[in-house]
């Protein structure tokens, strides 16, 4: 990058705090982003190496177990990830979205119980919810449904039955997937945490990706699962993921910014003829980039995203469009030395980037929700 304060909000120095603890994982990361990208055999170390750098505390109070700070910190620290790995950052932001649900659960008991090893990095979190969130821009309908019911004298259980097709971090080895299900009696639509150990819910192998393989991105199966409320994150699904939205599309923002601050680094390293040439290019993407994370930091720190989710949708437009252009800067930059195999980071970042897009709030569905005027 030109600038080095560019794509960054002045966060006080909290944000340096940020980028202490992310450095901690980055050496690691560095010497296997590519491993990561492209095969799944460290799928298992991904979620320990970030938790032991206490990435999860981030933005999380220190009275429950985080290490202070906000929202906007957790977002920094994704960027900071997803500067040296999608893989790992995707990872993250699951994880870490899982977290925010808790944070803004009624559920008290849930999160107790929970929190302490999600913040440590034992336990997985995952957060299915695309299709919540594309049930509440009225696009999909629910895939999941619960059918209530109450043993006489007893607390209220619910059996679940459907399936999400894509979630990432179900790990192997245990998790927690947040999912948005449909009520047969017709109550409003709810939000669970569902475990792993139930019976009846079931992982898929991980799906055959040609990316992101060490994510552990696989469809999640709820056979007649059985759940108390004491699962319950939120009985108002509608009400619950209109407010807690704009933090997770701010956390899943994150991996747009990093990787764009890392295409834009890309001209630090490149010959002095390219470097004049691309110069003023990459110094106005810079500010466009710089631009952007302050509408997006201040607009989720004010609360007004919750209100008007429109102008969110636009910022993730935005940055979409930000990833590829500073994607083919990075592509002008680096010539012919992107297609050896030494110097593979610029073909993971292609294949990195070609993700943004896709990931629910789609660019696709945000269009069409521009285009409805919803
Ligand atoms: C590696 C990976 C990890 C993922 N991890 C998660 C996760 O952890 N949690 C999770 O919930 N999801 C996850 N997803 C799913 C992701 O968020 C999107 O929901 C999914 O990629 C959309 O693709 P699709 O196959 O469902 O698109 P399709 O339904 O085949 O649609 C094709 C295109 O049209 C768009 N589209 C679909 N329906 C509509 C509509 N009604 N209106 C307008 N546009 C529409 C889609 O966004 C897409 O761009 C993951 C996906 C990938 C690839």
Known sequence: MLNDNFGVHPLTDQSAHVRFRAREVSTWLQARAEQLDLDR????????QLGQAGLFRIGVPTDIGGSGGTILHAIDAIATIAEDSMAAALVFWGQRAFVECLLQSENTALRASLLPSLLSGELAGAVGLSNGMKFLSKMEALQLSATAFRPVGGVQYWTLTGSIPWVTNLRPEG???????????????????VPNEIEGVIRSDDLDLVALRATNTAALYLQKAVLDESFQIASNAPDFLAGVRPNLLGLQCGLSIGLTRRSLRSLDSTGPIARSVLADNCRSLEAELHGIVLDLLDGISSGEFIDKPKQLFSLRLLL???????????????????????????????????FIPIITPSVVEIRSLFEKNE
């Open 320 to 354: 979409a469009s930000l990833v590829q252009e500073a994607n083919i800067l990075e592509v002008h930059a680096t010539g012919g030395r992107g297609y050896i195999r030494g110097h593979a980071d610029l073909a993971r970042r292609r294949r990195e980037a070609a």
């Open 175 to 193: 998790f927690v997937a947040a999912i948005a299900t449909d009520h047969t009696d017709g109550k409003q639509p709810s939000i669970f945490a």
């Open 41 to 48: 055999h460290l799928a298992s170390q991904v979620l320990p």
